[in-house]
């Protein structure tokens, strides 16, 4: 089992506000009703990476960095985790989320070791989930809130927005780290 690369203590909520300087995705300049087909979108660019040879999915291209079959299993267990936390924001009021250590997490789930095939499967099924309860969102709904542990707190629609960073800066890292090692020979 690898070790975790890097721990993100990053506050990212800073990405609601301006355009992401990485990845250069901003989450500000979308209909809020298109994040259901953002996520499916998002979700089918992720096939051909879980299609790579093993080589190319498996290897970090830093040892700081996650492999692309590790951040796959991220973004599919991020899917679940803000569908069960919609779910939250929709039926209850004013919910608090316990704290979600995903470093943890990669290290409980071996990310580094998962079926690429078992990863996909649950991360288009995952997606999925999620974007057919965005669909259903409406009217007031959107202005329901949710708060993370660490205080930071969400209307659905910050929420919605907030989380699309993810799966797309995700699928930038994993692209510049397939570069680094193509460029290694």
């Not at 692309?68 to 919609?86: G, I, M, N, Q």
């Not at 071996?110 to 996909?120: I, K, T």
């Amino acid at each position: 089992m690898a070790d975790v690369p890097f721990a993100d203590d990053k506050d990212w909520t800073w990405v609601l506000r301006t355009e992401c300087t990485e990845c250069r995705f901003d989450v500000r300049h979308f209909p809020r009703e298109q994040i259901s087909n953002l996520i499916r979108d998002n979700a089918v660019r992720w096939i051909p990476i879980l299609e790579l040879d093993d080589e190319r999915l498996r290897r970090r291209p830093r040892p700081d960095r996650w492999s692309a079959l590790e951040y796959a299993a991220h973004v599919r267990d991020v899917f679940e985790l803000f569908d069960h936390r919609l779910d939250l924001m929709l039926t209850e009021d004013a919910p608090h989320f316990p704290n979600w250590n995903q470093d943890e997490t990669a290290l409980d789930k071996h990310y580094d070791e998962a079926d690429p095939a078992d990863v996909l499967e649950d991360l288009q099924a995952n997606a999925t989930r999620l974007a057919v309860r965005f669909a259903a969102v409406s009217g007031a709904q959107w202005e329901r809130t949710g708060h993370r542990s660490d205080g930071a707190s969400f209307t659905v629609e910050s929420f919605a927005r907030y989380l699309i960073h993810d799966p797309e800066h995700h699928l930038h890292d994993v692209e510049h780290g397939l570069r680094m090692i193509a460029s290694e020979g």
